[in-house]
């Protein structure tokens, strides 16, 4: 605990923090996360005019209070952009001539974005989906969730800032986006047409997940990185269960799985294949 800062933040309270984060959203937050927890959980006790951590900690003793969500919402971590680690989606693209060339209303492509943060990831799937087929209504469902309810918000208005959008091509700025004028000459807007091929909603990687089926390929990409190998492996048991044998699992650069080989087949950086 330090005597400079604002608010009273004990050992105790780092540690009860790591047991809530990690049993709700299976995030393990090591002992270098103190004083990021304690900054982003300040403006929480800011908020709320709560001087010390104990007693913040203590609304969340009832499960269903609503500042559990803003708890989970504070400690995630959010980071991504627009066609991050791209040889994914040129992955994806060339899977989809190979295998799913004849896609119709009735059979779709049915892709899973697992951990879609602002949107940037499902919107830069929805834009090579649309590139592959050649159209802005290809047959195919793109299912994108988040435990986060602020970055849902943020990525169902599909509204960002220009600098976003800068390394696109020129013809993907044109196809897929609509430029702000006047105040929001700095911001652009994903076209709606993009977007209706994308249903956004809340699910929790660790809890019960609603959906029947299976899809054809899995995004689950920079988000296990923050969870233990036991609760990874779970995780992959669970994918497996909601993948077609041979769909693709796309995961984080530095997230890797040799023991998962009797579920997943290592295909080339990073993708994985359902045995
Ligand atoms: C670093 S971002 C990665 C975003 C994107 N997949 C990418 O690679 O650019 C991690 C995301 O995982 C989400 N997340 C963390 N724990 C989660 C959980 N238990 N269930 C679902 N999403 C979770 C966070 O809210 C955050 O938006």
Excluded at 93 to 113: G, M, Q, R
Excluded at 146 to 160: E, F, N, P, R, S
Aim: aromatic share 12%.
């Amino acid at each position: 605990m330090s005597s400079a800062r604002e608010f009273v933040f004990t050992a105790n309270d780092f540690a009860h923090v790591q047991k809530l984060i990690y049993e709700h959203a299976g995030i393990s937050l090591s002992e270098q996360k103190n004083d990021l927890v304690y900054s982003r959980l300040a403006k929480r006790l800011r908020k709320h005019k709560i001087h010390r951590f104990d007693t913040y900690l203590h609304l969340l003793d009832d499960i269903q209070h609503p500042e559990w969500q803003e708890f989970i919402n504070a400690l995630t971590t959010n980071l991504t952009s627009f066609f991050r680690e791209n040889h994914h989606f040129i992955r994806l693209s060339h899977y989809l001539k190979e295998n799913f060339s004849d896609a119709t209303a009735d059979k779709p492509v049915k892709i899973w974005c697992s951990a879609s943060s602002t949107g940037e990831e499902p919107y830069s799937i929805a834009m090579t989906v649309a590139t592959t087929y050649g159209k802005l209504n290809p047959h195919v469902k793109i299912l994108a969730t988040d435990l986060d309810t602020h970055v849902l918000d943020k990525a169902k208005k599909g509204i960002y800032h220009i600098d976003n959008i800068e390394k696109l091509s020129f013809l993907q700025k044109e196809r897929f986006f609509l430029k702000g004028s006047g105040e929001k000459s700095e911001l652009v807007k994903v076209r709606s047409e993009l977007k209706s091929l994308i249903t956004f909603n809340q699910l929790n990687l660790l809890a019960d997940w609603p959906m029947k089926g299976k899809f054809d390929l899995i995004f689950c990409r920079n988000v296990m990185i923050y969870f233990d190998k036991p609760t990874q492996y779970k995780l992959l048991e669970h994918f497996a269960k909601h993948l077609s044998s041979g769909g693709l699992l796309f995961v984080g650069h530095s997230e890797s799985f040799p023991n998962a080989g009797h579920i997943f087949k290592l295909d080339k950086q990073t993708v994985y294949v359902r045995c």
